[in-house]
């Protein structure tokens, strides 16, 4: 079946600095990927989708400048969390999706800022 | 409201049935899904129904889809305490805004107890 690794699994970052976050769909092509951010105890709330090759749509309240989606290849994407501060802290996750496969999850990043 | 709800907790002593309720809202949904989270990781799709099917059966999973009520359900046979995790319905959406993206519940405990 079709795989979504993303890297790291967490990361511990100081207050100014910028993450990023991977995905990347192993053994298919992947022209759509979505990015979620999580909260302790609560569902998946749903940032930006990143269609291969153009600007990633954004979701209504998500700052763009601060969450930067790159999707340069059919097979990655990455988040950038720049001038990270502890607000940021959360769980990140990606999905990428294709015909076969439908939607496809990675298996997150615990992002800490301190 | 959420258009996609769930209850939030569920209690079920192992080797019973566990039912998981879901409503939602688009009427127009093509594909239905079952996403399962353990602690600290991705979703991974448990199962998925498509519009036109009432019901849906794979191994100890069934799905149940009433679409005049828009409610959907999952039952788990024999729960063990691996099944212990959060489950998400989904819905794929169909809207000018919305159209391929995910509409998450707010997930469903379940807690298996021995």
């Known amino acids: 079946g079709a795989v979504v690794s993303q890297h790291p699994s967490w990361v511990i970052c100081k207050s100014g600095t910028s993450v990023k976050i991977e995905c990347r769909s192993l053994?298919?092509?992947?022209?759509?990927m979505f990015w979620y951010r999580q909260f302790p105890k609560q569902s998946l709330m749903l940032m930006a989708t990143s269609n291969e090759g153009s600007k990633a749509t954004y979701e209504q309240g998500v700052e763009k400048d601060k969450f930067l989606i790159n999707h340069a290849s059919l097979t990655l994407s990455t988040l950038t969390v720049t001038s990270a501060h502890p607000e940021d802290s959360s769980f990140y996750i990606c999905s990428a999706r294709d015909r076969a496969y439908g939607y496809t999850f990675g298996s997150g990043t615990r992002l800490t800022v301190v | 409201g959420e258009d996609v709800e769930q209850s939030l907790f569920l209690s079920v002593r192992e080797g019973d049935s566990s039912v998981i309720n879901c409503t939602y809202t688009?009427?127009?949904?093509?594909?239905l899904y079952w996403y399962k989270q353990e602690p600290g990781a991705g979703l991974q799709l448990l199962t998925y129904?498509?519009?036109?099917?009432d019901m849906k059966q794979d191994q100890r999973l069934t799905v149940l889809l009433n679409k005049k009520d828009k409610h959907l359900s999952l039952r788990i046979a024999d729960t063990q305490t691996g099944d212990s995790a959060i489950y998400f319905c989904?819905?794929?959406?169909?809207?000018?805004?919305?159209?391929?993206?995910?509409?998450f519940g707010a997930g469903t405990q379940v807690v298996v107890t021995p």
């Open positions: 129904i498509f519009s036109n099917m």
């Open positions: 053994d298919f092509q992947a022209t759509t």
């Open positions: 688009d009427s127009s949904s093509t594909y």
């Open positions: 989904a819905e794929a959406g169909r809207g000018a805004d919305s159209w391929g993206k995910l509409q």
